[in-house]
């Protein structure tokens, strides 16, 4: 999704240099896609041409190597015969946007966003977080409200949404956990009042702020159905010929070519 890799180029300053405001300016000439982006798209490869989803984050990090990878994942990606090694890491979330508006129903969403997480990250908190943030994004395409996501998610995935990001600010620290950063990422799209407003929710807070706002923004866009010209112009004219190709490709395939022509 567009507002995936949005979040993530956005947040990419801010990762190591956490910015504890909604006060910022949304780029710089340090802005860049990582590898939230890389694997975003590699999501969309798999989905697209339907391959097998390890053997597309493979080829997409051997593409881009040098796109901020954990090195776990870095082991995993380099060697053709490597097994999933029980991560519970926000990798799975990070990159799963695709899959929850790529189906028309929510239990097929469900499986193959374990599918997506399973191949590298087979913990279990690994794979809820990338259900719960496909789950999240397919029920805003299908039109409910935030107050029912947060009902939804609470009671499919047992997270606990009950706290404000002015509650956690100050204390939220890096986290790279799923259990530790999907949350906050869909409390930031929750509190929010439109795409950009759900980026500097999620960048607010600090800890792991280019995933956290990819995942927010993946939500974000499939609920307001918008992201601003002076965002997506700005990203998308920034990437990699390659991954302009796989999101048209992908986005006409789900019907929305007025989204990127």
């Keep these: 999704m567009i507002g995936t890799i949005c979040g993530d180029f956005i947040g990419s300053v801010f990762e190591w240099h956490n910015h504890k405001s909604k006060h910022f300016e949304l780029f710089s000439p340090r802005s860049r896609f990582t590898d939230d982006s890389v694997m975003t798209i590699a999501t969309m490869d798999a989905l697209l041409n339907n391959l097998d989803f390890g053997l ?17 994942f870095r082991i995993w990606a380099a060697d053709d015969n490597s097994l999933p090694y029980k991560s519970w890491g926000n990798g799975s979330a990070m990159r799963v946007s695709p899959v929850g508006c790529f189906y028309d129903s929510l239990e097929t969403v469900l499986v193959k966003a374990q599918e997506s997480a399973a191949v590298s990250h087979n913990h279990p908190e690994g794979i809820k977080g990338a259900q719960a943030a496909a789950a999240c994004l397919f029920w805003a395409l299908h039109g409910e409200t935030q107050e029912s996501i947060k009902s939804l998610v609470e009671e499919r995935f047992e997270y606990d949404l009950n706290f404000s990001l002015d509650e956690i600010r100050e ?26 407003d759900t980026i500097r929710n999620a960048i607010s807070i600090g800890g792991d702020s280019d995933t956290i706002a990819a995942i927010a923004g993946g939500i974000a866009e499939a609920f307001y159905r918008e ?17 302009r190709e796989v999101i048209i490709a992908f986005y006409t395939r789900c019907g929305w070519e007025n989204v990127v022509s």
């Design 56 to 72: 597309c984050y493979r080829k997409w990090y051997r593409r881009y190597p040098d796109a901020g990878y954990g090195h776990s």
């Design 171 to 196: 204390a939220y620290k890096f986290d790279v956990s799923c259990q530790g950063s999907v949350p906050q990422a869909i409390v930031a799209f929750l509190e929010s009042s439109d795409y950009e």
């Design 227 to 243: 992201i601003p010209s002076y965002i997506k112009d700005r990203v998308m004219s920034s990437l990699p010929v390659e991954f």
